[in-house]
């Protein structure tokens, strides 16, 4: 039986797990995100949107100077001023979406940072951070070293994995 999981279903689960690795250390050797969790926040991803109901999960010095909006979207927290993502909804409908982390890669991110491992889940999530690249090489290809204006929903999209557009 094919059971539809909305995005409520998915927020409402209780979820515990182990770190087993030190909080910024021992990763992968193919994931190697040039921004942190905190250093996102603070930049400005996701309109401001994601993780604002599960701060209490991770070090209050990530929100310190993070760029939240609790209550809808805000594309102006982001560091490109630009909407650079598809809603949870996509991401749950396209079977993208690991049940035990129901808002995506960036809490997937944060929660591989604090040091939890999931062997094949890390491998499926860092294949995919990987595919991000081919977005570094457009802007390299299309952009001028050092514009900020040129591909900015790109530069945004990059923000969101890790990737600092800001350098390109």
């Known amino acids: 039986m094919n059971e539809k999981i909305t995005v409520h279903d998915l927020m409402q689960k209780n979820y515990s797990y182990e770190l087993t690795e030190p909080v910024g250390k021992n990763f992968d050797p193919l994931f190697k995100p040039d921004?942190?969790?905190?250093?996102?926040?603070?930049l400005g991803v996701f309109s401001g949107k994601y993780m604002t109901d599960c701060t209490e999960e991770f070090p209050k010095s990530w929100f310190t100077h993070a760029k939240l909006s609790p209550e809808k979207k805000n594309k102006d927290i982001?560091?490109?001023?630009?909407?650079?993502s598809q809603p949870l909804s996509v991401w749950i409908a396209k079977g993208w979406i690991y049940p035990e982390d129901p808002r995506g890669w960036f809490q997937w991110y944060c929660r591989y940072y604090m040091g939890r491992?999931?062997?094949a889940e890390d491998?499926?999530?860092i294949k995919?951070?990987?595919a991000m690249t081919r977005h570094v090489a457009q802007i390299k290809n299309k952009c001028r070293a050092g514009d900020m204006s040129c591909n900015t929903r790109q530069r945004q999209a990059l923000l969101h994995w890790a990737y600092d557009s800001r350098k390109l």
Request: proline content about 8%; overall charge positive.
């Open 35 to 42: 921004l942190t969790p905190f250093e996102m926040l603070a």
């Open 123 to 125: 491998a499926r999530q």
């Open 117 to 119: 491992r999931i062997p």
């Open 78 to 84: 982001n560091y490109f001023k630009v909407h650079a």
């Open 128 to 130: 995919r951070w990987k």
